[in-house]
T-cell receptor, first 117, second 117 residues
Framework: AQTVTQSQPEMSVQEAETVTLSCTYDTSENNYYLFWYKQPPSRQMILVIRQEAYKQQNATENRFSVNFQKAAKSFSLKISDSQLGDTAMYFCAFIFAGGTSYGKLTFGQGTILTVHP | EAGVAQSPRYKIIEKRQSVAFWCNPISGHATLYWYQQILGQGPKLLIQFQNNGVVDDSQLPKDRFSAERLKGVDSTLKIQPAKLEDSAVYLC???????????????FGPGTRLTVL
């Protein structure tokens, strides 16, 4: 079974600065996807960024980028130029891309990020 | 494009009562998911439908929870009878399919917050 661990229950950052959220996962599979989801206080879960395990290049989406270390099973999220709207709960998630577990997202416990003005 | 719709947004019931939640996925999305998110935790998959067939319901407490997706579109999740530990946010999500690169992106609804007294 896959597990996803986020060891930082809460993080805070000043507006315009950079923050990194950590995530580690455990799997024996080789073909999978990793995601970071954002859940603002309104509770609508939004996909922030996705990484395919077979790709060596780290994914980037505007101010969001990941550091994917497959051997270490580490998948951190870096938010540059933090904005007040980035305040939310962030979840790291895993999907196995094969077998009978298609579509089953396994989430970490979440990290509450607060951006201060 | 309209997002995933859920109703009601909030529900308060007494223990041992029954409750039902409704979800309308994004048009054309074949796969529908119900997640349970207990306060302070990541979402946990309860059941996954592909069109109107069940793909995975291994974590659904079948003695009290039931779900259906008639005609492969809308879905209803029911709890009968409710227990105190069922207090949570129930999230519905949908994806184009359950495999392939596009299938791994799940779109979430706003959720239904259930309080059991």
């Amino acid at each position: 079974a896959q597990t996803v661990t986020q060891s930082q229950p809460e993080m805070s950052v000043q507006e315009a600065e950079t923050v990194t959220l950590s995530c580690t996962y455990d799997t024996s599979e080789n073909n999978y996807y990793l995601f970071w989801y954002k859940q603002p206080p309104s509770r609508q879960m939004i996909l922030v960024i996705r990484q395919e395990a077979y790709k060596q290049q780290n994914a980037t989406e505007n101010r969001f980028s990941v550091n994917f270390q497959k051997a270490a099973k580490s998948f951190s999220l870096k938010i540059s130029d933090s904005q007040l709207g980035d305040t939310a709960m962030y979840f790291c998630a895993f999907i196995f891309a094969g077998g009978t577990s298609y579509g089953k997202l396994t989430f970490g416990q979440g990290t509450i990020l607060t951006v201060h003005p | 494009e309209a997002g995933v719709a859920q109703s009601p947004r909030y529900k308060i019931i007494e223990k041992r009562q029954s409750v039902a939640f409704w979800c309308n996925p994004i048009s054309g999305h074949a796969t529908l998911y119900w997640y349970q998110q207990i306060l302070g935790q990541g979402p946990k998959l309860l059941i996954q439908f592909q069109n109107n067939g069940v793909v995975d319901d291994s974590q659904l407490p079948k003695d009290r929870f039931s779900a259906e997706r008639l005609k492969g579109v809308d879905s209803t999740l029911k709890i009968q009878p409710a227990k105190l530990e069922d207090s949570a946010v129930y999230l519905c999500a949908s994806s184009l399919d359950w495999s392939g690169q596009r299938g791994y992106e799940q779109f979430f609804g706003p959720g239904t917050r259930l309080t059991v007294l």
